[in-house]
């Protein structure tokens, strides 16, 4: 079974702190996404790398950058958190197939 | 524009009492369409890819179809643990997904 980590459940920040949210993917998958997910709006993709050190902007970058120094590994970073970015943020993956599969997510408050 | 769109927002179900969930979309060029179910609190766990209209696909108590519009999630004599957020995807290009808003789903014994 695929399997994505997250590093934190629930995270409760102070505005202007810099916060790292980290994914982990066991199944050797290329492609790794990071989304937010606000009620009505659905998920919406944040960053999206397809390789080590690759990456490509999604929907709503702003106020984000994302590293891949392992493939296995992604991390979504906020550089100064601000309030409207209280919202829970999913990590997924998928390899050769379309098939996304999702980590636990992360219910990040910013206050 | 790309679009997703589910409904109804929410659901009410007596156990037993059979329905269905609809998600349409305008997608050019569309590779698939993907079913997910989210439990409170958790990430999305993935059911079903349809990938040409006509299509179907069942497991348990859950058939989904696909037409060139628009795909149903069928829910057959509905159990309590059914109840969660059903959330529809369209595909373009291997990072193009677009979400719906989700279909909250709730089945009362």
């Known amino acids: 079974d695929v399997k994505v980590t997250q590093s934190s459940r629930y995270l409760v920040k102070r505005t202007g702190e810099k916060v790292f949210l980290e994914c982990v993917q066991d199944?050797?998958?290329?492609?790794m996404f990071w989304y937010r997910q606000d009620p009505g709006l659905g998920l919406r993709l944040i960053y999206f790398?397809?390789?080590?050190?690759?990456?490509e902007k999604g929907d709503i970058p702003e106020g984000y950058s994302v590293s891949r120094e392992k493939k296995e590994r992604f991390s979504l970073i906020l550089e100064s958190a601000s309030t409207n970015q209280t919202s829970m943020y999913l990590c997924?993956?998928?390899?050769?197939?379309?098939?996304?599969?999702f980590g636990p997510g992360t219910r990040l408050t910013v206050l | 524009e790309d679009q997703v769109t589910q409904s109804p927002e929410a659901l009410r179900l007596q156990e037993g009492e059979s329905s269905s969930l609809n998600c349409s979309y305008t997608?050019?060029?569309?590779?698939?369409l993907f079913w997910y179910r989210q439990d409170p609190g958790k990430g999305p766990e993935f059911l079903f890819t349809?990938?040409?209209a006509g299509e179907e696909k069942e497991k348990e108590r859950l058939k989904a179809t696909l037409t060139k519009k628009e795909s149903f999630l069928h829910i057959t004599a509905p159990k309590p643990e059914d109840s969660a957020t059903y959330l529809c995807?369209?595909?373009?290009?291997?990072?193009?997904?677009?979400f719906g808003a989700g279909t909250r789903l709730t089945v009362k014994p």
């Open positions: 997608v050019s060029g569309l590779r698939g």
């Open positions: 997924a993956s998928n390899g050769y197939t379309d098939t996304q599969y």
């Open positions: 199944m050797d998958h290329e492609n």
């Open positions: 790398s397809y390789d080590v050190k690759m990456k």
């Open positions: 995807a369209a595909i373009r290009t291997t990072n193009d997904m677009r």
């Open positions: 349809l990938y040409s």
